[in-house]
């Protein structure tokens, strides 16, 4: 048995707002992120696109700041749209108790979700590799699809292997810690984050293929925080935002890791043709069509 589950309920349960207003906050570098890899150059390109869609689902919604950008870029009248979490669907309740034709349940991306009904979207973006079969969490929820809907997921990518080194070594050191213990560790990553950030400057440098480093000039802090560990830091969020952002990577033990061709290998397995593709330095976004 693995501490994902507590991990979560811990993460959700003492930061009820976490990153809500900047996911929704057009101008925020979390909005532009979820747009950009999903393929939208602006918020009305993600309006058009979601205009059809009629049942959305919402699969692993955390605190329900994406269920609330999804509702707010949907028609209240004609979109339903329904969140699923297997420890924070209450939280997320709590938080959209205004927002119209919205609703959650608590479910289990590997259990049996068949009374949820099919939907013309499914968003399950930055869950899967948090489960115990991303594949088989991916295929069950793709037995949902309507007919032409379609599924968009993210998921961590394999970074450079410094970087992996690090990141399971941390993790390895504070997995068994309660919330408040491992709180504290990643508050000193993100002191570090901070530090370099607020450093400034950017670094050249040449490719080392061996190290997975790329060439490139780089700000600082994003150097070490593509190549050697996660140091987030995010000046538009408050310390513990931050912090809790670094502990939701580090502190969770189902935690894996994805190349393309294999997520490609999920849609073909499912049936699904591929519409839109992004890798960045951290994870995979991949959205297919039934």
């Not at 294999?262 to 951290?282: K, M, P, S």
Request: charged share 20%; aromatic share 10%; with cysteine.
């Amino acid at each position: 048995m693995t501490n994902t589950a507590q991990s979560f309920h811990d993460k959700w349960t003492n930061n009820v707002g976490l990153a809500f207003a900047e996911t929704l906050r057009p101008d925020s570098d979390i909005f532009q992120w979820i747009l950009r890899r999903n393929g939208f150059a602006s918020p009305a390109a993600l309006q058009t696109y979601l205009a059809d869609k009629r049942r959305i689902l919402d699969a692993g919604c955390g605190n329900g700041r994406v269920t609330a950008l999804l509702r707010h870029h949907s028609d209240p009248v004609t979109t339903a749209i329904v969140g699923i979490d297997l420890v924070a669907a209450e939280v997320a309740a709590r938080n959209l108790a205004d927002a119209v034709n919205v609703s959650f349940q608590q479910k289990d991306l590997l259990g049996d979700l068949r009374d949820l009904g099919h939907f013309d979207l499914i968003y399950c973006q930055e869950v899967l590799h948090h489960t115990a079969d991303p594949a088989g969490a991916f295929a069950n929820l793709c037995t949902l699809l309507t007919p032409g809907g379609e599924i968009a997921i993210y998921v961590y990518k394999q970074k450079a292997p410094v970087r992996e080194f690090v990141d399971d070594y941390v993790r390895g050191q504070i997995a068994h810690l309660p919330y408040e213990e491992a709180l504290k560790a990643c508050a000193q990553i993100t002191e570090l984050g901070r530090a370099l950030a607020e450093q400034g400057g950017t670094v050249r440098v040449p490719a080392v293929d061996i190290l997975q480093i790329e060439a490139g000039e780089y700000p600082v802090q994003r150097f070490l925080y593509h190549f050697f560990m996660k140091c987030f830091w995010n000046p538009d969020l408050s310390f513990q935002d931050n912090a809790v952002i670094n502990y939701d990577w580090y502190h969770p033990q189902d935690c894996s890791r994805h190349t393309l061709d294999e997520v490609r290998g999920w849609f073909a397995a499912n049936g699904l043709t591929i519409t839109q593709e992004c890798v960045d330095h951290y994870g995979i976004t991949v959205r297919g069509r039934a």
